[in-house]
């Protein structure tokens, strides 16, 4: 065989130069655990910050024995520990993939060591309930150090809830024999953690003992952040860069070939993180945020209104016929006029589910339009076909619309396109659609999810040798070398109403139109509509000088003095 013969077949299975590369990236370690080749186990203590929500009453009787264990405590690292032994640890992830998911299981089987066993749950929290367990060697870390994806575990979105499932749950650790177990997911998966943590807290196994619970914060979506606690969820800058690196690409064609409107969705469920952060980073013409069209009470048509005067003043006074519009996957949800819409399909469909199912697709449409109000049944008859479809669709496990199916950006398109030849006939309007998701959520996490998930999972292992249970992992105090935390998950959990039921849950963080990164967007964005002053970003780096930067909705946030993140430093 040539040697480019033999070069391209050594390259398959996730073996690319990159990919090879990639494995040896030396990773930032904060300097509580030492060094990042032999990092030490550390003992953590209460931080002499308390958390608390309105349901903190109903939630400690609930939750008696984690929240008389924790106090609601935040934890802090207070020096090193004398390594424990013979722990065995089962780690899962829970809910959709996100870049540096791979790192917390290394950093996590670093810190547990030669003397403890880490065991991987296959295919999330299904394969909890299922027992579907096998051992993490250190050959697995060093494959899948610094990979994208949740491939080496799989995931899924099921939600423990039943007693029958807490059950299961109970079995597989005696099985097992297990210590602890790991969740690595989203607001809703950390709330079943600490559900798990009050159930599993002792009595467990036969000698009475309890199993561990700890979590660790995952979304590209960005909602699950802690003031002064938890900057951010990982996962998040990657998906945003890879947005950002294609939403620039296509502002560069937009001056190149002058002659479209591209209207790109950006997944991240409701919150408008996601787009907040790809508008920061590419400075687009119009860039929509849901939280701040729901404070403003805006209609969809208010809301085309708006997109159709920035595309009329842009050719009017600058004789451009092209811009770049960015939509948040949520956005539908947020104008109060569909929201409205929506809870009533919402309890129609729950009320009616057996009446709705039985019919045929062609009449389903009619059967909720007439048990809708009169503002409701108006709306929904003047949405195009494919948006009603998408209403009418399955509901996800967690009950929730799935809104990365809804076309949200040709909805506005087709609106934006009707409204102008109304108002402005004369004004160009080609347009472009796009739907950026899944191609963010999977790519090798940047430096800094990598070097974040490193030491999220190091954090992981030293609260579970530290004896604690029922909290979630973060990584604090980024500008200034990282700091190790432990969240009392039970200090974050509120009661909310859902499907008729009260249940649990940690809430989502919503953007804020007073944040500093949202102020800063507001500021700017006039001058960005007003004529072309895009950035294009390029690729994430790993090396170079992009390579050390944090979000820039993190950075401004936590007013840092500059865009470098400095964990380890
Ligand atoms: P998580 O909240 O579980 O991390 O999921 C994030 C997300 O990527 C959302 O942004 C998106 O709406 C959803 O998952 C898509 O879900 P699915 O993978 O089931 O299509």
Redesign the pocket.
Known sequence: MSTLATQLEQMENHRSVFEDAVRQLPLPTCAAFGSAAAPRPIRFAASGRVLGTRDSDTVARHFAQTVAASGNAVLHGAGAATPAGGRRVAALF?????AGGHNVLCGLKKMLGAGNTLLGVQGGPKGLLAGKLFEITDAHAADILNTGGFDFLGTD?TKIKTPEQFEQVRKTCIDHALDAIVII?????NTNAALLAEFLYAGVKPDGSGVQVIGAP????G??QVPGLLPI?F?FDT?TRIYAELAGNILQDTRSSLKYWHFIKL???SASH?TLEVALQVKPAVSLISEEIAEKKLSLGALVDQIAQTVIARYRNEGLKHGVVLVP??LIEFIPEMNALIAELNDVLAHEADAFAALAEAGRAEFIAQRLSAASAALFASLPPYIVAMLLAER?SHGNL????IPTEQLLIDMTRSHLARIAPDVPFGSQHHFF??EG?CGAPTLFDAAYTWNLGLTVGALILDGRSGYMASISGLSSGGEPLAIPLTGLLNVERRHGKDEYVIEKALVRTDAPAMRYFAARREAWAATDRFASPGPRQLWGPAAHQMPMTVALNDEADSLRFRIGE
Do not use: W
């Not at 995952?218 to 979506?221: A, L, R």
């Open positions: 829970s809910g959709g993939p996100a979105r997911g989203g607001d809703d998966s995952k979304t590209i979506d909602d699950l969820s996962g998906a997944m991240g469920r996601v996957e949520g996800d799935q809104v990365s199916l998701g899944y959520r």
